[in-house]
């Protein structure tokens, strides 16, 4: 068995569809404070579009 530890240094993000999309690094500490069952992410992600 070979274990590994997901230690991101940088987040670049490319996602969306229509209208919400976002293309972008994601700053390490927004990604890190985030919960993926929260539309946190998609509120932060948009606060940055504008």
């Known amino acids: 068995a070979y274990w590994a530890r997901f230690d ?3 987040v670049y ?3 969306g569809f229509g209208d ?3 293309i972008g690094y994601i ?3 927004v990604y ?3 919960v993926p069952s ?3 992410v ?3 992600l948009r606060v940055q579009q504008d």
Do not use: C, M, N, Y
Request: charged share 20%; proline share 10%.
């Open 27 to 29: 700053p390490l500490d």
């Open 38 to 40: 929260s539309g946190a």
């Open 20 to 22: 919400e999309h976002f």
């Open 32 to 34: 890190q404070a985030t």
């Open 42 to 44: 998609r509120d932060i």
């Open 13 to 15: 993000f490319v996602g």
């Open 8 to 10: 991101p240094q940088s």
